[in-house]
């Protein structure tokens, strides 16, 4: 079984950037398509963007397109979330998720999931 735990989370001024990590242990993540979601406080775990197990297809959210960009080094098992430009509104909890189902947006696509890390976006 795999087991994902995020990091690189953190506080960061309005149109900073971050990059959040997502490493995985215990199994190979090649044969998995990887998402990201974030939880804002109040509201509902929603979708930021996922990339193919093969790296060949990525998808985003419309509300991060052309901000974040996922890649993923499986050599490291590891999958990245790059955010540029950060907004207030995109301080949340971010968690990766690792799924058999490509394009899957919505949480029960994805069956592991990691602990989450916080960002913070303030001045």
């Known amino acids: 079984q795999v087991q994902l735990v995020e990091s690189g989370g953190g506080l960061v001024q309005p149109g900073g950037s971050l990059r959040l990590s997502c490493a995985a242990s215990?199994?190979?993540?090649?044969?998995?398509?990887e998402g990201w979601f974030r939880q804002r406080p109040g509201m509902e775990r929603e979708f930021v963007g996922a990339i193919k197990y093969n790296g060949e297809s990525t998808s985003y959210a419309d509300s991060v397109k052309g901000r974040f960009t996922i890649t993923r080094d499986d050599a490291k098992n590891t999958v990245y979330l790059q955010m540029n430009d950060l907004k207030p509104e995109d301080a949340a909890v971010y968690y990766c998720a690792a799924g058999s189902i490509w394009l899957g947006t919505a949480t029960y696509e994805y069956s592991i999931w990691g602990p989450g890390t916080r960002v913070t976006v303030s001045s």
């Open positions: 215990g199994r190979s993540l090649r044969t998995y398509n």
